[in-house]
Nanobody, 122 residues
Framework: QLQASGGGLAQAGGSLRLSCAAS????????MGWFRQAPGKEREFVAV????????YYADSVKGRFAISRDNANNTVYLQSNSLKPEDTAVYYC?????????????????WGQGTLVTVSS
């Protein structure tokens, strides 16, 4: 089970930290991803991290502004979102996929959290 939290309202240029708490199993052999879906748009990849080893990969649109990390002790993955822009407004979802290969397509993920809304005002 994945539980996302931390969304809210931020001004352009501001920051938010999203959390994804994972429970119900061990995730050492998973990758954990963040996706987002803006109104009227398809869900898109944001960032991913290998639970074992911590390798990361980002969408070009957030590279240099967002940082994904994990806390092994608490089974939690974070998305630190800095220098927010109005176009970052979306519902953000965390997801988990078995295996170690980095993936960016929604259909390749096995488990999804419920989403948390991020709204960035200009």
């Amino acid at each position: 089970q994945l539980q996302a939290s931390g969304g809210g309202l931020a001004q352009a240029g501001g920051s938010l930290r999203l959390s994804c708490a994972a429970s119900g199993g061990t995730f050492n052999s998973y990758i954990m991803g963040w996706f987002r879906q803006a109104p009227g748009k398809e869900r898109e990849f944001v960032a991913v991290i290998r639970w074992s080893g911590g390798s990361t990969y980002y969408a070009d649109s957030v590279k240099g502004r967002f940082a994904i990390s994990r806390d092994n002790a608490n089974n939690t993955v974070y998305l630190q979102s800095n220098s927010l822009k109005p176009e970052d407004t979306a519902v953000y979802y965390c997801a988990a996929a078995r295996g170690f290969r980095i993936r960016v397509r929604t259909e390749e993920y096995d488990y999804w959290g419920q989403g948390t809304l991020v709204t960035v005002s200009s």
